[in-house]
């Protein structure tokens, strides 16, 4: 009998794919919590919840809070701004010293690759990975297939490509993971500068025309240009991004009539995505916000919310 | 029947004199909440309030978070210093990204004129504006009124003066439409460089000698000098502000026996007003801070408290 | 009969030994509370705590709320570096405006020695001093001895050396307070320019040489070096002071074979205090953190939890 046996989860690739059936199953069944009148219920009653967030974050750090609340878990959140905890302390001491503290999950994003490893070695505490440096995010990840399966009712066998800056993305690092455990067929695009050397030994299709890598694919996820990073270094400059990689309503038109385009936003209208797209029929982004809610609820309640991984059952 | 019947508190030009009543009537009776020794309701159980502050506040955001609380509301404060949400992002395109989540309110201050107006066009969330621009901030006026209703026994033919800097002030502008509403005679007062052109469009009287105006008033607003911005700008000096424009106990003679002084805080001791006198019997500057909880816990009660308006009847 | 009877924790220098006494009594009637399934008790369902911190921290702030959550009180922050409500406003017009918000209970910390002893004449509520200047920080003191209790069995009699920056600590200034009002024979070490002239007159013995002050010890407090401020000024180099005064795994031999280790966190491993000794088993730094939520759970009970003092007889 299958048991969602993690004490943590720091990655897509610790996960089976069983693990993540479960992961998405629990939130289609807490999906509908959030559209309720009193979207609360008392499942995490007394657990404490930690948000450490070393770097800044509204978006995932107010969904895992959403997430916690209507679960009725206590939330407290810690910002490494002002965090005398860090001066001078290791993270190690850190996260000893949060463990002291009894929580019963924290959630961790870190600008160092490794980061939520490392702190679930040291704490008793079940350690969830909000984005570790260039490595992974694997909450995005599983809100990504969770959109997709509601959308397409299935993920095995989509075609899927993901246009952009694969190489220093952990969102693609994630979402290439669980694609392809899950069985699609992915592809990646974007300027030879920011396509991994060895993109195919990670099982994915390198398209360098993304005209012709979005022929016929049933999923298109953009990824956001880091405008405040390194748009003068990778690439000559926004606007001409904009014209050889970003997605316009024409070449839309190669990809299959129902195909949905994703973004882990927030999305730079005019340069990864025209307005009208991201307003269209086409796009599920504004789903994939919705589904976060619901995906962090559910690997909150499988990590704390009873006897680890018997609950459903 | 009356029914309050809005989806959003943007300002005090949008309400009816009965909804001003309701809302005056609501916080009366949530009133004795705050002084119980359990302080609090289960009213507002599972519904999630947003507080999106773009501008710096501690006082109003405290208010709206104490009140929220007392209704037994999750709340999730968001700034727009920290934010990546803001990021190359719209407005518009955050207000999506918001409701996404399924908030029930958003509580958003900001630096534009109209962006709550705008905000509560693309959500079904409730949106209260808690100060846009140079242009409203209603909860300030409600709680003016409500502090004067309590005071007095009513507002109508109330004669109230306003001094200080009429033109930039979102307090003065929506204390006037407000008390304009409820009947009272409103005379505002301050330098000319202060007072708007066309104030007397607004209803209102302009007498720029402050002891004049003072003269039989039943309510005495004096305006914060946001020494922060405009100082060296609008008036010579502090001190020759503090001379001609600040409140002190030989000009509020003019004023009735029983006149109140009243103050959206905080004070600069000195300037617009003396200590003495803030401190002094007719000071009622703290009750309008208690009150102010009030006002803000009727306000998301009457928007999310039940069948929208007809809780009361 | 003895009764708790304070509005206030302002400092270790207004309790009394039975004060003492029945806050660590309740603090270990409450420590269990921590590490049940469930760590919620309805205890303090509908009081407001507010922590106001005017200078940074996260460990004694995340302490304090973990400790509210924990009893159901709703807490509410509020940080100076971002505050309208200081600005041009003095600290006894903030404690008002506070005060005309009901709360139950605020924890102040602030850099001006006195100023939670200024708020708490002009507030009803109860005020906890989190840290103020150079003064006190007597929730380190009674966790430091609830730790020592639960360690040692008792306080009295006990042979205890602080090392370190005593002059300038508000820790050692109240932990001295403390030990001595309990029964504990105090002695001080570290450099002279870090020990104040007056110090016998607190009632502790100096002997400048650590290894000396080590001789036979119950127990070691090891302060923090604020790496950030002082140490150009008040010795010659990290590298010096952590060779002349760091606590390392010869000198400690000195001290007794069942000698305890504390340090208030966060530690300069290699400057006051090695790796191997801090994660040793002398070491209870981090049970130190433990203790630290029950002792501030302990002081909202008794200062909120009921009519003051009887809860418990």
Known sequence: MY?????????????????????????????????????????????????FFYEPSTRTKASFEMAAKRLSADTLSLSATDSSMVKGETLIDTARNLQAMNPDVIILRH???GAPHLLARYVDAGVINAGDGMHEHPTQALLDLFTIRKKKGRIKGLKVVIIGDIAHS????????????????????????????????????????PEKALNNKDVIMMLRIQLERQSEVLFPSLREYSIFFGLNKEIIKRAKKDVIIMHPGPINRGVEITGDLADGPFSVILDQVSNGVAIRMALLYLLIGGERGDNLD
């Open 3 to 51: 048991r969602f046996n993690h004490k943590d989860l720091l990655g897509m690739d610790q996960l089976s794919v069983s693990d993540i059936n479960m992961i998405l199953d629990t939130a289609d069944s807490l999906m509908e919590i959030s559209s309720r009148d009193i979207k609360k219920v008392p499942t995490l009653r007394g657990k404490s919840i930690v948000n």
């Open 170 to 209: 952990r969102v693609a690092r994630s979402d290439i993971i669980g694609l392809k455990k899950m069985g699609a067929e992915v592809t990646v695009s974007g300027p030879p500068t920011m396509i991994p050397v060895d993109a195919e030994s990670l099982g994915v299709k390198v398209v360098f025309d």
């Open 111 to 113: 600008s160092s690759s």
